[in-house]
């Protein structure tokens, strides 16, 4: 039995967690590094940013020749109305724990799909809900020293270590908060013609 030709996709994204996500359903893809700004705009909500910037990493390496399509992605966390932030340091990883501690934390998780060919893109946003566990400083500490979360939105890694922090997930797509949500994704390129599986 003869395998389909297998497209031409490209993540744009240099993120470790999303390369190793979307390894998953695409063995064979490349990678390249948007440059976007990621500052949300004005009085921007967190959903929308997170599609904005999505479509916008996308549509940065549109430029590139040899590829079919191409996969934007980008993560924006809030709790109780506060940006979560990757923390930068241990400093601020504790603080922003002290902060969402026995709190929900929102993750809205953009993806992009776009079809190098046609220019058309499609795109979608997952939301996810994640309560903490009320945290004592101790505990805090003890994590932030055992797993690096210096670049993780929200000072914890749900795939890591930083599940013990947490009281409940609630959300459609468990890799969504990892980063990139591969059920939707899936679904999209299929709608593209990829063959999946």
Not at 90 to 96: G, N, R, S, T, V
Not at 180 to 188: F, K, N, T, V
């Amino acid at each position: 039995m003869s395998s389909p030709t297998l497209p031409i996709i490209v993540l744009a994204s240099t993120s470790i967690y999303r390369q190793e996500l979307l390894q998953r359903i695409c063995h064979d893809f490349q990678v390249e590094s948007p440059n976007v700004d990621e500052t949300p705009l004005p009085n921007e909500d967190a959903r929308v940013c997170a599609e904005r910037l999505s479509i916008a990493k996308a549509r940065a390496i549109t430029s590139l020749s040899g590829k079919d399509f191409i996969i934007g992605s980008d993560q924006v966390a809030e709790c109780d109305g506060v940006r979560l932030s990757k923390p930068g340091s241990l400093d601020k990883a504790i603080e922003q724990l002290k902060f969402t501690s026995g709190r929900t934390a929102f993750f809205y998780t953009g993806v992009c799909v776009l079809n190098a060919h046609t220019n058309v893109h499609r795109s979608l946003v997952v939301d996810t809900e994640v309560t903490f566990r009320h945290l004592s400083l101790s505990e805090i500490e003890r994590y932030v020293e055992a797993e690096d979360v210096l670049g993780c939105a929200g000072s914890a890694k749900s795939e890591g270590l930083g599940i013990t922090l947490l009281d409940s997930i609630l959300g459609s797509d468990p890799t969504a908060l990892v980063g990139l949500p591969l059920i939707a994704l899936s679904r999209m390129l299929r709608d593209e013609g990829v063959i999946l599986p």
